[in-house]
């Protein structure tokens, strides 16, 4: 038996993984949000696409520059999240407030984040206005992982748990890997 919820209600496509969006404006200043409406599009070539609400600093810093990178992070960095997740960098310094420290990109201005998993370097290809956001479908120019956490089939789920938005306050991580009983990946 179902019931009918509001269609707008998010939360029936959650959780997903909840990842740190970096961006940089003219100027040069760094800002940080969280993001969950993130996914890999394409292959070939490697896109990503994110939903950036408009009246964000990050909508207005990737339209500046047409760069950002997304940082994936563990439950170690709940708190930074929900920080990045609630405050704009309209009205806070938010790279600074939080203690981030930049580690260099190579193909793009944007840095990543020290001390996450990992960061994908994004350079924007195109963009698509969606409601109230604005889709960016940006190339995956270069990843950079954590080698004690990433293996050669992805993400050492027993060492690290990938942090996942449930909705709300409420959040969950990956840290108990489950596999189908045949085949082999
Ligand atoms: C767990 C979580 C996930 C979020 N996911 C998104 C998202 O996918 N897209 C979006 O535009 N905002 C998302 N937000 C809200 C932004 O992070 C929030 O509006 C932020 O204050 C924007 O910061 P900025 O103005 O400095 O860019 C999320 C917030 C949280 C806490």
Redesign the pocket.
Known sequence: MYVSIDPTNYRVLHPRP?YLIVSMDKEGKL?V??????SPVSDEPPLIAV???RE???YENIVETGEFTVNIVSDKHIDL??E???????KVD?WSKLGLEPYSSSEIRVPGIKGVLGFVECRVRESIGVGE?ELFIAEALKVHVNREMYEKYGWNLRKTGILL?AGGRVFTTTKWPIFPRRGRS
């Open positions: 909840v800002n949000m969280a993001a969950s409406w993130v939903s950036i609400w964000s600093k990050t999240v929900w990045a997740g609630t405050t704009s960098g309209k938010k956001s938005h």
